[in-house]
């Protein structure tokens, strides 16, 4: 009997590949895409797809889901306030386009690396990228950003950004610098930090800074969190933004 069983066992065996050659990668590849949205997305977009709008859109059921390649290029080169990711390579956006698309479109989708890859060969040559460690901002520019960080940060995030307001009343806020910072931004790009603070901050008052004021306030953050400084200015540009990456060590 136990031999019938095993025999049985080993043929389901052997028929069993085709069928789970099938189903596997789609299993993976979606939870891999999870795993990628949670680490590049899910700050803006949210968790479940619910976005923050105006701010930033919801993708659930969006329209803009409908067409995977506008989707892997929009991720890849950015729009407008979108942050482009340069990073990703063409496995990791079709396993980003397929789980947005088949959690938030309601459609299988099942695009291919190949499909992707065919569409970055279209797109601009890509420049290296780098990380906040390699010198990207100067020191009179942090010192700018020291100037503004005062006036509109200071208050709520603290002169030391560590997120002790000076004012003992006020609530704590995520500080903006050295280890508990890194924790929560290693990985993710400048251009992603520059979005994100200039859509959502200052708290009380967004999107009233410059953008090189922006900029400025992050090459501060930087400094204090030990990055050397550089020959050149950290530039208020997305693209160039985007080839930075945040590490909490070189
Ligand atoms: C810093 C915040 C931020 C992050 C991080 C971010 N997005 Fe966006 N996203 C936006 C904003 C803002 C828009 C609206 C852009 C516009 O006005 O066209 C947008 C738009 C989109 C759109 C619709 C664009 C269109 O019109 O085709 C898609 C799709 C999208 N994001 C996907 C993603 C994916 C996938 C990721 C992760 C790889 C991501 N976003 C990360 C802020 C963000
Ligand atoms: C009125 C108080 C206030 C001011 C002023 C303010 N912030 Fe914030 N900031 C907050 C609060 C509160 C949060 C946490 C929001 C949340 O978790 O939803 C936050 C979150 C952040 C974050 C995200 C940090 C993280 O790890 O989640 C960044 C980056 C940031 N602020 C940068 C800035 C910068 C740069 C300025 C100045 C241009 C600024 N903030 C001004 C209150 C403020």
């Known amino acids: 009997m136990l031999r019938l069983v095993v025999g049985v066992l080993g043929l389901a065996c052997l028929i069993a590949p085709a069928a789970v050659a099938q189903q596997q990668p789609d ?33 659930r059921g969006s329209d803009q889901l ?16 979108m942050p482009p990711f340069p990073g990703l390579t063409a496995e990791e956006l079709s396993a980003l386009v397929n789980y947005v698309r088949n959690v938030w479109a309601d459609g299988s989708s099942n695009v291919t690396t190949e499909e992707v890859a065919a569409v970055l060969g279209g797109l601009e040559e890509t420049l290296p990228m780098g990380s906040v460690w ?19 940060c200071g208050t709520c995030h603290g002169h030391r950004l560590n997120g002790a307001p000076d004012d003992p009343d006020m609530r ?61 200015e950290l530039q208020p540009d997305a693209q160039s933004l985007a080839r930075v990456v945040i590490r909490a060590g070189r």
């Open 172 to 232: 704590s806020t995520p500080p903006l610098a050295r280890a508990r910072f890194l924790r929560v931004w290693q990985g993710r790009s400048l251009a992603t930090l520059f979005e994100f603070t200039r859509a959502t901050m200052p708290e009380d008052n967004p999107d009233s800074m410059t953008e090189q004021e922006y900029v400025d306030v992050i090459a501060y953050m930087l400094l204090l969190g030990g990055m050397p400084a550089g020959d050149a």
């Open 27 to 59: 299993t993976v590849l979606l939870e891999r895409g999870q795993r990628l949205y949670k680490e590049n997305c899910a700050l803006c977009h949210r968790d479940l797809g619910a976005g923050d709008p105006p701010t930033f859109p919801a993708l």
């Open 66 to 81: 409908r067409d995977p390649m506008r989707v892997v290029r929009t991720i890849r080169q950015g729009r407008d306030r």
């Open 134 to 152: 390699d010198g990207v901002f100067t020191e009179a520019q942090a010192n700018r950003g020291q100037a503004a960080y005062e006036g509109a």
